[in-house]
Nanobody, 122 residues
Framework: QVQLVESGGGLVQAGGSLRLSCAAS????????MGWFRQAPGKEREFVAA????????YYADSVKGRFTISRDNAKLTVYLQMNSLKPEDTAVYYC???????????????WGQGTQVTVSS
């Protein structure tokens, strides 16, 4: 089993920054991929960013490229999402997830955290 716990969400003004954290425990292996997804009210869950534990290869949705940065700390088994230049349309519940290979589809991820709310005011 894998446990994922997100933290770091909150309310921020447009143009501001937040850093989300996802602490993993349990059955995590170096070849796994960690992803961040988000879901706004009335919308489907969408891919934001992902990173491979083994070599830190990163992947980003076009909507966040250049503004968000995903990183990981292997010793702490923690993945971060640094979010800069936030926009009101970034408002959503953000989830971290673990999968065995990179995919932009939430269906390919096996374990999920409980989510953390990010609200960006205009």
């Amino acid at each position: 089993q894998v446990q994922l716990v997100e933290s770091g969400g909150g309310l921020v003004q447009a143009g501001g920054s937040l850093r989300l954290s996802c602490a993993a425990s349990g059955r995590t292996f170096s070849w796994y991929v960690m992803g961040w997804f988000r879901q706004a009210p009335g919308k489907e869950r969408e891919f934001v960013a992902a990173i491979r534990w083994s070599d830190s290869t990163t992947y980003y949705a076009d909507s966040v490229k250049g503004r968000f940065t995903i990183s990981r700390d292997n010793a702490k088994l923690t993945v971060y999402l640094q979010m800069n230049s936030l926009k009101p349309e970034d408002t959503a519940v953000y989830y971290c997830a673990q999968g065995t290979s990179y995919s932009g589809s939430p269906k390919e991820y096996d374990y999920w955290g409980q989510g953390t709310q990010v609200t960006v005011s205009s």
